[in-house]
């Protein structure tokens, strides 16, 4: 069983999604970031930088226990103790990190700073014009790219889907104009929230 610690942010969505999608066992463990409840002594020890999310999961490789921070470490984590969402063709590898890392450390991040700064006590708005353009700009690419494909790298559902359509389903949510206009994102992203197991995923 694993326990995973998270809130339903898109960091949070993201490890969810990874669990839920790799049919892994494990147990929510809701934290409310408003109260604190990263910070805490007992979260600290999981994670120093007092972020979610975190899973430990108690049957890790040798049978030890192991607690790993990081979504998109959980969501390899996850895709390699099931076997799955890795491509089944080893030279498709390196198109698959790319994807991967783009969704995570590119989208993700760039539309916290974008939420951040629109709900700051004085928003400035060139500031929050610029992520937001920024935001958009990566999903343009993201459009061109699922013109030509199913999936963010071919024909076939990868990490690197499960890791985009965290951020996504969160900014379809919170900013919906920040992606609107891009019918391939849109068709791949109805795609991806049909599913049964991301339908459970996004439930916090
Ligand atoms: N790179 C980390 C980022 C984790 C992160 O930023 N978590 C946020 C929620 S999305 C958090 O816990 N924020 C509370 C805080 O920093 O105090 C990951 O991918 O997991």
Redesign the pocket.
């Known amino acids: 069983m694993i326990d995973l610690y998270a809130?339903g942010?898109?960091?949070?969505m993201?490890?969810r999604i990874a669990l839920e999608e790799c049919g892994l066992p494990y147990k929510l463990i809701p934290?409310d970031?408003a109260k604190?409840e990263?910070?805490t002594p007992q979260f600290l020890a999981m994670n120093p930088?007092?972020?979610?999310?975190v899973i430990v999961d108690h049957e890790g490789p040798g049978g030890l226990s192991v607690t790993l921070?990081?979504?998109?470490?959980?969501l390899l984590y996850c895709a390699e103790k099931s076997g799955k969402f890795m491509p089944k063709d080893p030279a498709v590898w390196p198109a698959v990190l790319q994807a991967l890392m783009s969704a995570?450390?590119d989208v993700?991040?760039i539309f916290?700073a974008y939420f951040a700064a629109a709900r700051a006590k004085e928003p400035h708005p060139p500031t929050v014009q610029l992520f937001k353009d920024r935001v958009r700009g990566l999903f343009q690419v993201w459009d061109a790219a699922l013109a030509k494909s199913k999936y963010c790298v071919g024909d076939e559902l990868t990490v690197a889907d499960l890791s985009l359509y965290a951020g996504y389903a969160r900014i379809k949510a919170a900013a919906p104009d920040a992606v609107e206009g891009m019918p391939n994102v849109a068709r791949w992203g109805d795609v991806m929230a049909a599913r049964p197991a991301i339908q459970r995923a996004l439930k916090f």
Not at 69 to 74: L, M, N
């Open positions: 809130a942010t898109s960091n949070g993201r490890a934290v970031l604190g990263n910070k930088n007092g972020q979610i999310p921070s990081q979504s998109t470490a959980i995570s450390t993700t991040p916290g």
